[in-house]
């Protein structure tokens, strides 16, 4: 199961209805998070961590095909 502390004050945002019912089902099939809201900090959380990094073209393709495989592009 994947853990992060999130703590702070929280705000609002809004997501399409079918990107929430895949995240939703996501978690539902697997057992790694426990609310949807879990899911998109720890998301967001990695793509802050990563967006410095340099990526070879074989790794971008790499991470284009494994967010398709997820259902975001």
Known sequence: MVSRAVSGEKITISI????????????????????????IEFVLEEALETAGETFSEEDKKKIEERLKDLGYM
């Open 16 to 39: 399409s209805k079918e990107l929430y019912e895949r995240i939703k089902k996501y978690i539902e099939e697997t057992d790694g998070f426990s609310s949807i809201e879990e899911f």
